[in-house]
Each structure stands twice: as C-alpha cells, then as structure tokens.
C-alpha cells in the first residue's frame, strides 16, 4: 500500500504552501504528500481556498511563500515552480490532466470530439490522422460517447458527454496526475451519479493519482482515498476519507457531516 | 503629387532604417513574426500597406519593381501600388518576372522561377498562423517560442474529418527552416513548394498587425500534414485555354453573359509570355483577355 515506506516515495510533495491575495489570505501554510494511485480531496465552501490551493498546486496560480515538489517520469523531485516553461507546459499537457467544473474552460468548443481528444497526441508529434481518430474513438467509447459523435463538436452535447469528453480528452496521453476542480458541478443529480461511477472506474483501472476539489461530501466519499478540509485558507482537518466523514473531529467537519446526512 | 514633395519612396530614412532592423532580424530567424512600427501610408490597411512599408525600406534607384495582385499586374490594387512607387521612387517597373529586382505581390508567386538576388514582397493581413483556434496573442507568441505546434495539426485533423482530405487551399501553413510555422499570407497551396529553397529572398510585411517576416534564400519551407494525408498541390483538369499551360495556377474566368467560362492562367505576365512565345490554348487568339497587361509591359519611370 502506499505510505512512506512504498518503492519510490510520494508522487508529489506541498510543504507551506501559502497564497496571499494583497492582505487577504488566499491559504495558508498547507503540507501533505500525494502518493502514487491516491486521490485526495480538498474539501470545503466556497471561499475556504480549495481553489487557490488547486491553482498553486497545478502551477497556474505562483504561491506566495512554499514548495511543491513532483516526481518526472524519470524519479526525479522537482520543485513545480522552479521548472522552465517549456518543462511545465510539457508536464501540463502530456503527465497531467486538469478537468475543470466548466467544461466549456477545458474544451475547444469548435473542435470536433475526435480533434479534441487528439489534440494532445499531435502535441507530442502524433503525426499520423488514422491513428489520432482510431485512438480518439477508442477514448470515446472509455468515457461512454459513441463512436459515431466523433467527428461532432461538443456545442451539440449535453452537459455531461461535454465533461465526459474533456476527461477523455486529458486522459488520451495517459498522465499520472490529474486535478479536478468540482468535476461533476453544474451537472444533474443522476448525471452527477452517473459520471461519478466513471470517473471511479477510470481512475481505479489507470491507476491515476488525482486532486479533487470539490465543495460536496458524496464526491469526496466515493472518489478519494484521503481528504483536507479546509476552512478560512487553512487545513482544519486531514485523514483517510472513510475516517474523516465517519468520525470527524473538527467542530466545522462535524457541522458539514451533519448537514448532509440531514438530506 | 510630385517627387519632390517626398524623400525616396515616400518613407523619411529614419523609418527605413526601422523598418530594414526589423528585415534583418526577420532573415536572421527565418519564419519568426518581428513586431515593427507600421507607419500611417497613404493608402488604407488592406491594400498592402505592410507589403508597401517593407518594399519602400529596400527598393534602390536601380531596382526594378513589378507588382501583383491575385497573379495579374493590371488590377486597380497593382496599378495603385506601382503608380506609388513610380511617382515617389521613379524606379523603373516592369510586369515580366524575370526583368524584376523586386517584387512585390498580393496572393501568388510568380510562375516563373525566382533567381538569386530577386526579393519577393508579400502583402499579408493576418500574419499569426495560430490565431483560428487560439485567439489571445500572449497564449500564440508562447507557442511559438516553445514551438507548440500540436494546435496546427487540430486545424488540418479537422479539415479532414469534416471533408475527407486537408481542405486548406490558402494560406496553408508551412514550417520555415524547421522551426517556425508560418502563414504564407493568402497565397493558394499551389504556390507553397515553391517557397522551398528559392533562390530568391521573401519577405512579409502585415501593415495593420505591424509584423515582418522572411524566408531567407535557399531556406526549407514544408508543408504540414500528416503521414496519411500528405500534402498535395491543386490540379487543374485542363490546361490554360489561351496559352496551353499546364502545371500552373488556372483562375476561372467567365467569358459571356450566357454563363461561359474558361480557365486561364492567373499569372497574367507567364501567360503574356507563352502566348509571345507561339504556345496556343483552345481560346488561343479570343481577344478581350490580354490588352492592358500587354500594353503596361514595359511600363517606364517618368
Ligand atoms: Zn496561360
């Protein structure tokens, strides 16, 4: 299992992780360890700075004080914010994935399915158009859009094959890491349930590491192994997910549990 | 308007020396887009005034200039631009390819071969290759510094699954030198192999995006595509119907009221040329098709 005796260490590394907004605190002093195959959750309301610690960690926001360090596919840590450019957009497009809540913010909307699947295989010099459609295809069908909406944009799907799609289109060059920020918000209840089961199913078949961000307990429950609640920018409460939801210890967890169950 | 009321092609010297810095760094990183101070010109944006600016920094007293437009040296847009430089240079013009220094054209390459110390000035309105599908500038110049080129491909994988093949046919991108992908400004396809290893120098200048680039002489310019749909010029069914040419870049033309057309070359001067030459078409000696190109052959600085 994973822990900090597993082959080959933590995947990734956050070790003070701080963001200030001017004088507004964005979060605050935030550590932990992602291990290989793990899915961790930050859990909390909306201006608890889940997202700013999301954006940090995903390089898209430069933090204020603190170090995150990733694992390169050759075993090397590497401080995230020291990389180059070239290094981190590479990293970005061919060892990570983020799903964003809007799928329209993480799809060429004018693009066909196929063109958007592919696009990350002719980044990385896939130059061969049979190929990229057949590879294409085959994702559409892991994420359940039939084979014959490949060549139609996504302006013409429903909420959830949009974010079915963008997950596809991410997952395409196998990366190891994905971020999702609220992944199934905005979506129907039954399609959230639905793509939920997807997303469990992908993540257990490819071993994914993932960070979740969501504001919803059940999302938390069903995809990640361990989970940070956070609160005001800062980490009031951290565990396995089991353990937290079950038998939280934070006065505030306590609150959000007891909120839910009430539904 | 008078000579005497401008310096030397219409630009004070300071600007040329601005606009040759530019020229010279756009040789020196062949296909790469150099931002320039595009100048106010007494023509509107899109009617070359970037093809106008680069071709008056490098036009000398000796050159010899032949402009075109859509192939044909007699369009209003030609005349305009070649009176311009008549009346502020009175450099001598010319429409024959092979008797220009410079050259200065809007949507096509000449069919007779370039030469060495011949320059080809492109007239160009949208100079960013990338900006069909990534519309913010920071996010396209970043491109092109990494050399992320993954978005050009997305452009053609689409052509082809909406219409079966690269339906691309102008301004279809090249790679220059193996490095930077380029727009060859509305040129059809036709005309992308012979940007490759010219002779001749070509040089872009985009007026209103205030950008120049170049294609230094004997430089790779590939087409993209993919291994399953390489890249392939136009073909023309027939020959031109005056002067019988074939492999050259046909214009359809409609010839009467009664719907008519035929197909004709669109370098007016190649076809001028052939026809000179004794070469015949089918249409071979219909007149209205040849008169002011003709006639402007050796048109003279005065
Ligand atoms: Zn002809």
Redesign the interface.
């Known amino acids: 299992m994973t822990g900090p005796g597993a082959k080959g260490g933590p995947l990734l590394r956050a070790s003070g992780i701080t963001k200030f907004y001017g004088d507004r605190v964005g979060c605050r002093d935030i550590g932990f360890e992602l291990w290989p195959g793990e899915v961790l959750a930050i859990v909390g309301e909306s201006g608890s700075g889940k997202t700013t610690l999301l954006n940090c960690l995903a390089t898209r926001v430069v933090p204020t004080a603190g170090v995150i360090e990733y694992r390169m596919r050759d075993g090397r840590m590497r401080d995230l914010h020291a990389l180059s450019d070239a290094e981190r957009r590479l990293l970005m497009r061919t060892d990570w994935g983020f799903v964003h809540q809007n799928p329209i913010d993480g799809l060429r909307m004018t693009v066909s399915a196929g063109g958007n699947v592919g696009e990350r295989l002719m980044a990385v010099g896939e130059r061969h158009y049979g190929h990229i459609r057949e590879t294409a295809t085959d994702w559409l069908g892991r994420v359940e859009i039939a084979a014959d909406r490949v060549d139609d944009d996504p302006r013409s799907f429903s909420g959830g094959m949009r974010q079915r799609l963008q997950i596809a289109r991410n997952l395409v060059t196998g990366p190891r890491l994905v971020f999702m920020d609220e992944p199934t918000g905005g979506l129907d209840v039954s399609v959230q349930a639905r793509l939920l089961d997807l997303l469990r199913g992908l993540v257990a078949d490819l071993g994914l590491s993932a960070i979740v961000v969501t504001h919803d307990l059940a999302v938390a429950r069903l995809l990640s192994h361990r989970m940070l609640v956070m609160k005001g920018g800062e980490v009031i409460e951290e565990g396995l997910t089991d353990q937290v939801l079950d038998d939280p210890q934070a006065a505030y967890t306590q609150l959000l549990v007891s909120s839910i169950l009430q539904v | 308007m008078s000579a005497g009321a401008y310096n030397f092609a219409y630009l004070d010297e300071q600007t040329k020396r601005m606009i040759r810095r530019a020229i010279l760094k756009a040789i020196a990183i062949p296909g790469y887009q150099v931002p320039f101070a595009s100048r106010e010109m007494p023509m509107p944006y899109g009617w070359g005034t970037g093809g106008v600016q680069v071709t008056a920094a490098i036009i000398g007293p000796d050159d010899v200039l032949k402009v075109i437009d859509q192939g044909s040296d007699d369009t209003t847009n030609a005349v305009s631009i070649r009176g311009f430089f008549v009346k502020t240079s009175g450099v001598a013009t010319t429409t024959r390819t092979d008797a220009a220094t410079v050259i200065q054209t809007r949507h096509r390459i000449p069919e007779t071969p370039l030469a060495a110390g011949q320059i080809l000035v492109y007239q160009v309105p949208i100079p960013e290759p990338l900006r069909f599908?990534e519309p913010r500038e920071t996010e396209t110049r970043?491109m092109h510094?990494?050399e992320?080129y993954?978005?050009m491909?997305?452009k053609l994988?689409?052509d082809?699954?909406?219409h079966g093949h690269i339906a691309t046919t102008y301004a279809y991108p090249v790679k220059v030198a193996g490095r930077y992908v380029m727009d060859p400004s509305p040129t059809p396809k036709f005309d992308n192999p012979k940007m490759h290893r010219s002779p001749a120098l070509q040089l872009f200048g985009a007026g209103r995006e205030k950008r120049i680039y170049a294609i230094p002489p004997h430089t790779d310019v590939v087409s993209l595509?993919?291994?399953?749909?390489p890249f392939s010029v136009q073909e023309f069914d027939a020959p031109c119907a005056l002067c019988g040419a074939e492999g050259v870049f046909l214009d359809e033309v409609i010839v009467d009221d009664a719907g008519g057309r035929m197909f004709v070359c669109s370098d007016s001067d190649h076809c001028e040329e052939r026809r000179a030459a004794g070469h015949e078409g089918t249409l071979a000696g219909a007149p209205a098709w040849s008169g002011a190109a003709a006639a402007a052959a050796t048109e003279d600085a005065s």
Do not use: K
């Not at chain 2, 595509?225 to 749909?229: G, K, L, M, Q």
């Open positions: 599908l970043t510094a990494l992320e993954g978005l491909h997305v994988y689409e082809i699954a909406r595509d993919f291994e399953d749909h």
